[in-house]
Every structure is written in structure tokens, then in C-alpha cells.
Nanobody
Framework: QVQLVESGGGLVQAGGSLRLSCAAS????????MGWYRQAPGKQRESVAR???????NYADSVKGRFTISRHDAANTVYLQMNSLKPEDTGVYYC?????????WGQGTQVTVSS
């Protein structure tokens, strides 16, 4: 059973930075497409950033130029560096591992950006 554990969330002022981490229990980071999603109160969960096993990345338009997804295969960890945070970035951030047909989710970490 694969487990994903997020950390690094918290409260930050607008314009600030946070780095989220997602630690995987197994050696899946190097073979899975890993992603970060977020869900704001009253809204659907949305994709924020994704990195394939080959290292290709893509981002939601709303975070391009501000967020960076990366991974450390030896540490089985995926990161999301978030800079120039805005109040609309507030939400619960979830880590996702896509090993189709299997898919795994972390429990989420809260990010709150105050204005």
C-alpha cells in the first residue's frame, strides 16, 4: 500500500513563500506521474502542478511563474515551491501519484494566505 504524506503548509502573508513536501512510502516517485492539487472552500479540487516520470512539468495558468514542482527520486519526495502567494491560493493541497490504473492521494495540508 502506497502512502503519501504532505507537509509544509501553514499561514503566510500575501507575497510570501511556502514549500510543500510529499513523501512517498514506496519507490514510486521516479515511476509515477506526481501532482499537486488544491481545493478551496466550496470549490472543486483542481490541478495545480504535475511532473511526469520523464521530468516534464505542467502548471495551472493561475500559478505559472510562481510555483515550481520538483522531485527527489532518491528521497521518494516531491516538492511544490510556492512564491508570490496570493489569497486565492488558499486551500487544502493534496499530493497525487498517478500509476494508472492505480491512483493514490495524500491526506492534504492546509495553506492559508492572508491579505
Amino acid at each position: 500500500q502506497v502512502q503519501l504524506v504532505e507537509s509544509g503548509g501553514g499561514l503566510v502573508q500575501a507575497g510570501g513563500s511556502l514549500r510543500l513536501s510529499c513523501a512517498a512510502s514506496g519507490t514510486i516517485v521516479s515511476i509515477a506521474a506526481m501532482g499537486w492539487y488544491r481545493q478551496a472552500p466550496g470549490k472543486q479540487r483542481e490541478s495545480v502542478a504535475r511532473i511526469t516520470s520523464g521530468g516534464r512539468t505542467n502548471y495551472a495558468d493561475s500559478v505559472k511563474g510562481r510555483f515550481t514542482i520538483s522531485r527527489h527520486d532518491a528521497a521518494n519526495t516531491v516538492y511544490l515551491q510556492m512564491n508570490s502567494l496570493k489569497p486565492e491560493d488558499t486551500g487544502v493541497y493534496y499530493c497525487n501519484a498517478d500509476l494508472r490504473p492505480l491512483e493514490y492521494w495524500g491526506q492534504g495540508t492546509q495553506v492559508t494566505v492572508s491579505s
